[in-house]
């Protein structure tokens, strides 16, 4: 080997040197991959280090997240802010370049990755913005929005399930600017893939309608560009290049082997390692002449001001459009929205209908749909349950704009999705699923939570109260799973009018994801005063109250919280002095002042009953040692929701029953 590899080499040195340094790290990748990261970045990727944020840049998503170090190493190269300091504290508490790439913590990082297979579908999701925002807002001599998605990707996140769920969809809607690197190296941490992972990747990206180019060498040059060349031409379909590697290339006794996945090479075959690649350098030691090639401040400084001039063009011929552009961009939402809401309030408080919190939510989003044009919905094959569509949807295809995206039976690679939509930016994404599929999709829901997304998952059928399609349907753990991971906010209405400030939140939140737990069956529509409309806000608050010296707090969620009023009202008539406390959203009510805490659940009453038919684990911390909770603590049963709610415990007689045992014992 010589050193006209040196740009490459580049990468590797800095990716052995940094594992070795933290003792820690994923080399092999890195090694593999950095003769396509070169041309790549080199040649092909519009970006400007100078500005990580620039609104028509290029995507770049590495779904092989572990091998994070060759991300760390190109940014650092390109000029973004990331020193060789920070390389040095690769994997380090409190560092700019962690194990795997965190969305907010380095410059230039697209999205949080490393559980494999997100990333791609990720990649799909930022495609689908891509297109839909330039199907909006492009004019024939102005195309603002305008870029590819490049996504890396090894064998394990091709193996991985959600990969096939996303990239059939990606090929359905021919997404046409999204390009697969896959970086075909035949090795994973067990050692040799040709044991558990035979397919015919070719005939599957085929039959997904991709357009697939096979079959080369990830080490030539020449080669990795012409392919990257020839991808961008092509139209209507999304792009996979296989490249053949060798992991861990250049390393003389662990290339093509496991042992250099997720381990340091060790000093001594680093120095092998070196030797073998000509490279004559100390550790994060970079020539000048390697910085000067790889800078992409110029070029990118260049790219985005000619950018800012098409722009403002088109500011002046489109005025409108522009500015809802960068009012979408920039996440803000219409300056009526404070009128737009006040609306709907007044409408809804005078209302006495009795309908459930999923319709409630599609009245809902049918009052906001004309507002907020940003709002990108969709469902897992489910959307007349769901109740995802309203009468402006307009479904996402290969040929034409729209807003709704029928996801098919595809939960996990809906939700990530999803996620890729809201990173992009431009959009308020939002999807539905049953409660109890939330299984499938539960990675990605915690990575949406994790990377701060803005993003609202509508999950519906919400309790035993699905009924006849028996416990394989009914949620029993999944509210209080959503409840515990952080960054979660977690709605349960118990009526449209709680279902309505529920939506309010969710889309005013931009600091993360939100859960709407909507019911199947109608419910009662509870008539409140307009402070205590205002404290829904709040998350919890008082809701009904017989202003005496208290024997009892009821506390509920949903729709059992018709349950807590009917008993508080004979309670009452039996002399028993009871306060009735809807709990809609306990992430927001924690947040509140203690002082307000205290006023609704005063820590000196110490008898409460809380009614909630899920797991009754959650609820501890409200009933204290001397409450009690009416919830599950198995799994429901196949019955008419009238039977199993009786079965249950989940009655008018069976609440009353409990509340007199506490207040009198």
């Given at each position: 080997m010589n050193s006209k590899k040196d740009l490459s080499n580049v990468i590797r040195a800095i990716s052995m040197d940094s594992v070795q340094l933290s003792n820690s790290g994923h080399p092999g990748t890195p090694m593999g991959m950095a003769d396509i990261a070169e041309i790549l970045w080199r040649f092909f990727l519009k970006h400007n280090p100078n500005n990580p944020l620039w609104e028509n840049r290029d995507r770049f998503i590495l779904s092989n997240g572990?091998?994070?170090?060759?991300?760390?190493?190109?940014?650092?190269?390109?000029?973004?802010?990331?020193?060789?300091?920070?390389?040095?504290?690769?994997?380090?508490?409190?560092?700019?370049?962690?194990?795997?790439?965190?969305?907010?913590?380095?410059p230039g990082i697209e999205t949080t990755t490393g559980p494999l297979g997100q990333g791609i579908s990720i990649a799909v999701g930022m495609a689908i913005a891509e297109r839909t925002l330039?199907?909006?807002?492009?004019?024939?001599?102005?195309?603002?929005?305008?870029?590819?998605?490049?996504?890396?990707?090894?064998?394990?996140?091709?193996?991985?399930?959600?990969?096939?769920?996303?990239c059939s969809l990606a090929g359905t809607l021919g997404l046409e600017k999204l390009i697969l690197i896959y970086d075909k190296n035949n090795i994973s941490i067990d050692g040799n893939t040709d044991?558990?992972?035979?397919?015919?990747?070719?005939?599957?990206?085929?039959?997904y309608h991709w357009h697939v180019i096979d079959n080369i060498d990830g080490h030539d040059s020449k080669s990795i560009f012409n392919a990257i060349k020839t991808a961008q031409k092509i139209k209507n379909k999304p792009v996979i290049i296989i490249f053949k590697t060798i992991i861990g290339f250049g390393s003389p006794n662990k290339s093509g082997t496991a042992d250099v996945?997720?381990?340091?090479?060790?000093?001594e075959e680093i120095i092998l390692s070196k030797k073998n690649l000509d490279w004559k350098y100390q550790p994060f030691e970079i020539p000048d002449f390697i910085y000067s090639k790889w800078d992409a401040k110029k070029k990118g400084k260049l790219l985005e001001d000619s950018w800012n001039k098409v722009f403002s063009k088109y500011k002046k011929k489109y005025p409108k459009l522009a500015f809802e552009y960068k009012r979408r961009m920039n996440q803000k939402l219409p300056k009526n929205w404070n009128k737009i809401n006040k609306k709907l309030i007044n409408i809804l408080k005078s209302s006495n209908e009795s309908i459930s919190t999923r319709q409630a939510s599609k009245n809902i989003i049918e009052y906001f749909g004309p507002h907020l044009l940003e709002l990108l919905g969709g469902s897992a094959d489910l959307s007349p349950s769901n109740l995802t569509k309203w009468s402006g949807s307009k479904s996402i295809n290969k040929y034409?704009?729209?807003?709704?995206?029928?996801?098919?039976?595809?939960e996990f690679g809906m939700t990530s999705i999803s996620n890729g939509i809201s990173q992009h930016g431009g959009f308020i994404p939002y999807s539905g699923t049953f409660l109890i599929f939330l299984e499938y999709a539960r990675n990605a829901v915690r990575m949406a939570a994790l990377m701060k997304t803005r993003n609202i998952f509508i999950y519906t059928h919400d309790s035993i109260g699905l009924g006849e399609d028996g416990p394989t349907h009914q949620p029993i753990e999944q509210?209080?799973?959503?409840?515990?991971?952080?960054?979660m906010s977690v709605w349960r209405p118990a009526d449209a009018l709680e279902t309505a400030i529920a939506w309010k939140n969710s889309?005013?939140?931009?600091?993360?994801?939100t859960s709407l737990i909507l019911s199947r069956q109608n419910l009662s529509f509870i008539k409140r005063n307009d402070v205590q409309i205002k404290d829904i806000n709040r998350g919890g608050y008082i809701i009904r109250d017989s202003l005496k010296k208290l024997d009892i707090i009821l506390v509920s969620t949903g729709s059992e919280l018709q349950l807590a009023i009917s008993a508080y009202e004979k309670l009452i008539n039996l002399g028993y002095s009871v306060r009735v406390v809807s709990i809609p959203s306990t992430d927001i009510f924690e947040k509140q002042k203690l002082s307000y805490k205290n006023l609704v659940l005063p820590p000196e009453v110490e008898k409460r009953l809380i009614i909630e038919a899920s797991i009754k684990d959650y609820w501890y911390k409200y009933s204290g040692l001397k409450g009690k909770i009416i919830g599950m603590k198995t799994f429901g049963d196949s019955a008419p929701a009238i039977d199993l709610f009786k079965k249950f415990g989940f009655t008018i007689d069976n609440v009353i029953k409990k509340s007199i045992n506490?207040?009198?014992n």
């Open positions: 572990h091998g994070s170090i060759l991300l760390y190493s190109i940014l650092h190269l390109t000029g973004y802010d990331l020193s060789v300091s920070d390389l040095k504290k690769f994997r380090k508490l409190n560092s700019k370049t962690p194990g795997h790439p965190e969305i907010g913590c380095t330039g199907l909006y807002f492009n004019k024939k001599k102005y195309k603002i929005v305008d870029h590819y998605t490049w996504v890396f990707a090894g064998d394990g996140c091709l193996m991985e399930g959600i990969s096939h769920e996303a044991y558990w992972f035979s397919e015919d990747i070719k005939k599957r990206f085929e039959s996945h997720g381990s340091p090479l060790g000093k034409k704009l729209g807003n709704y995206i029928n996801y098919g039976v595809r509210i209080s799973s959503l409840r515990l991971t952080p960054n889309i005013e939140r931009k600091d993360g994801p506490l207040i009198e």
